[in-house]
């Protein structure tokens, strides 16, 4: 069964310092990946995905997340932390089989202390 | 640009009472969404539309229904709510199969009583 997992309910970090928010998936095949960002009262917004390619994708406000296939891992990762990135974040999965839906994982909240 | 717009945005039912959430885009977008989002539990799909016309069931569909009759709009009808439906209720959208993202609404936060 495909599944997405977000191990850390919760993430706190220093303003200023490296933050990482953990996924890792189980998908038959080459999957898409995705991470989007919803702040309080919000949708969902999207912030980067990876298809193929760079095992390193950048994307939105300064986040960047590393695809790593051995471990199917894809963490999102950003060097110096705003307290504006606090958020719920989601990783999310789709497979190549046509299914048109996305797994998601079930948020990781990030705290950003100043 | 509007993007994905869902009303209402609050919504009190009693038990038993029905109503219909509308999502519309202006993206042109052929294929679109609606989840379920509940604490600990991330976002699940109800139903989904992959064009005008048709619609297919995703993972907890029962107790819904919904309509793409035009396709700029989504809607998903509770015919009789339960508390269970107590939740926060998103619509989203994608070009083709969705391997660029989803654009999603601003959501409907639906309590049922």
Known sequence: ?114 | NAGVTQTPKFRVLKTGQSMTLLCAQDMNHEYMYWYRQDPGMGLRLIHYSVGEGTTAKGEVPDGYNVSRLKKQNFLLGLESAAPSQTSVYFCASSYSEGARGYTFGSGTRLTVV
């Open chain 1, 1 to 114: 069964a495909q599944s997405v997992a977000q191990p850390e309910d919760q993430v706190n970090v220093a303003e200023g310092n490296p933050l990482t928010v953990k996924c890792t998936y189980s998908v038959s095949g080459n999957p898409y990946l995705f991470w989007y960002v919803q702040y309080p009262n919000r949708g969902l917004q999207f912030l980067l995905k990876y298809i193929t390619g760079d095992n390193l994708v950048k994307g939105s406000y300064g986040f960047e997340a590393e695809f790593n296939k051995s471990q199917t891992s894809f963490h999102l990762k950003k060097p110096s932390a705003l307290v504006s990135d606090s958020a719920l974040y989601f990783c999310a999965v789709r497979d190549r089989s046509g299914t048109y839906k996305y797994i998601f994982g079930t948020g990781t909240r990030l705290k950003v202390l100043a």
